[in-house]
Antibody, heavy 124, light 108 residues
Framework: EVQLVESGGGLVQPGGSLRLSCAAS????????MDWVRQAPGKGLEWVGR??????????EYAASVKGRFTISRDDSKNSLYLQMNSLKTDDTAVYFC???????????????WGQGTLVTVSS | IQLTQSPSSLSASVGDRVTITCRAS??????LAWYQQKPGKAPKLLIY?????QSGVPSRFSGSGFGTGTDFTLTISSLQPEDFATYYC?????????FGGGTKVEIK
């Protein structure tokens, strides 16, 4: 059974940093692209970024709103995905979900599994 | 690429046919997915490639695309109590990936 479990959320002051983790199990983690998506309280979904698999050199893509502040990484040996968030702003307050990308071709770039999410609150 | 969903909310009864529209600001071929989200839960994939039903999703859900890859619909043929939720479209054609604003389906 595919499982994605996020952790690391919490309360942080503006300007601070936080690192989220996503523990994956039940599938060949190293083969899949992985994404982060966030949802501010009462709002819609916002894509945060992507990290490709090792075959695609673990390259990354980011939303403009987080580029230069957030970094996505992965440790395939630990079946884990990470989101390092720096220079946090109050607007970054959201539930952060990790999601598995089905495949590496464009027709398979949808998210077939999601974690339950972890809440990040940026407030003084 | 901007995705505009309409309506933003709707009220419907069990058994009703419901259609939600998603319009892309430029052509995205058929690289569109639909997700269902219930309060406090993660989104769930319903449809991908505009019209392909995800495994395990009831056949009352269907998706289609029209025109030059800019207009898409999600249809629920006979609304069931468990279908009351918020629905999002997502384009996968180019970065940054984007979601529509969501359509909340409420009980009439």
């Amino acid at each position: 059974e595919v499982q994605l479990v996020e952790s690391g959320g919490g309360l942080v002051q503006p300007g601070g940093s936080l690192r989220l983790s996503c523990a994956a199990s039940g599938f060949s983690f190293s083969d899949h692209y992985m994404d982060w998506v966030r949802q501010a309280p009462g709002k819609g979904l916002e894509w945060v970024g992507r990290i490709r698999n090792r075959a695609n050199s673990h390259t990354t893509e980011y939303a403009a709103s987080v580029k230069g502040r957030f970094t996505i990484s992965r440790d395939d040996s630990k079946n884990s995905l990470y989101l390092q968030m720096n220079s946090l702003k109050t607007d970054d307050t959201a539930v952060y979900f990790c999601a598995r990308v089905l495949g590496t071709t464009l027709s398979d770039h949808h998210f077939d599994y999601w974690g339950q999410g972890t809440l990040v609150t940026v407030s003084s | 690429i901007q995705l505009t969903q309409s309506p933003s909310s709707l009220s419907a009864s069990v058994g009703d046919r419901v259609t939600i529209t998603c319009r892309a600001s430029q052509g995205i071929s058929s690289y569109l997915a639909w997700y269902q989200q219930k309060p406090g839960k993660a989104p769930k994939l319903l449809i991908y490639a505009a019209s392909t039903l995800q495994s395990g999703v009831p056949s009352r859900f269907s998706g289609s695309g029209f025109g030059t890859g800019t207009d898409f619909t999600l249809t629920i043929s006979s609304l069931q109590p468990e279908d009351f939720a918020t629905y999002y479209c997502q384009q996968l054609n180019s970065y940054p990936l984007t979601f529509g604003g969501g359509t909340k389906v409420e009980i009439k």
